[in-house]
């Protein structure tokens, strides 16, 4: 069985502040796919990262990076500097590699709502 | 640009009725996936499809069925419409197992 957990239900920050969305998971496969997903109010689920089980180097694009560790089965995302256009739900999701063939889905977490505040 | 287009945004349907849900992708992407949202559960998958008239449960399939005659085109069906299936569907789709998802912007059905 697989399991994505965010245990932050609802964040909220002033502009400026620096904030971290904690993602852990559970996986027996060795083999894994890991993401994180943004849907703002319009409700569109918008693709922000894809990382793979062999792949533990963080990745920074712009004010968003990741951080990615196998020993805490954790793979965390961190905003830095947050702007109003930042408020959203964002999801992590976890995809094992083999299981049951074919394309099989992604398992989300329930998902942290982030309040930026002007 | 990506794309992956869900015909209604918004459906008012009645208890019974047989509802159909539409999506389409024009990135000719092998797998398709339909998902419901609802508030504290996050998305469940209901079906997904990796080819043309192949089909597979996802984690929610009760009630619901889907059709995939063309690569582009993936529908959900409601076979009996039951308020307990009010909630956002998603679809989406991705060019291979296990790569990145591109979303529609979601149908929010409603049950009366």
């Known amino acids: 069985a697989q399991k994505v957990t965010q245990a932050q239900t609802e964040i909220s920050v002033v502009e400026k502040e620096d904030v971290t969305l904690d993602c852990v998971y559970e996986?027996?496969?060795?083999?894994?796919?890991l993401f994180w997903y943004k849907q703002p109010p319009s409700g569109e689920l918008v693709f922000l990262i894809r990382r793979n089980s062999f792949d533990e180097q963080n990745e920074i694009s712009g004010r968003y990076s990741w951080n990615f560790q196998k020993s805490t089965s954790s793979f965390n995302f961190t905003i830095t500097a947050s702007q109003v256009v930042d408020s959203a739900v964002y999801f992590c999701?976890?995809?094992?590699?083999?299981?049951?063939?074919?394309?099989?889905?992604?398992?989300f977490g329930k998902g942290t709502h982030l309040i930026i505040q002007p | 640009d990506v794309k992956v287009t869900q015909s209604s945004r918004y459906l008012v349907k009645r208890t019974g009725e047989k509802v159909f849900l539409e999506c389409v992708q024009d990135m000719d992407h092998e797998n398709m996936f339909w998902y419901r949202q609802d508030p504290g559960l996050g998305l469940r998958l209901i079906y997904f499809?990796?080819?043309?008239?192949?089909?597979e449960k996802g984690d929610i399939p009760e009630g619901y069925s889907v059709s995939r005659e063309k690569k582009e085109r993936f529908s959900l069906i409601l076979e009996s419409a039951s308020t307990n299936q009010t909630s956002m569907y998603l679809c989406?789709?991705?060019?291979?197992?296990?790569?990145?998802?591109?979303f529609g912007q979601g149908t929010r059905l409603t049950v009366v």
């Open positions: 999701a976890l995809s094992e590699y083999g299981s049951g063939g074919g394309a099989d889905g992604l398992t």
């Open positions: 996986t027996r496969d060795t083999t894994y796919y």
């Open positions: 499809s990796y080819d043309v008239k192949m089909k």
């Open positions: 989406a789709s991705s060019w291979r197992a296990r790569a990145e998802a591109f």
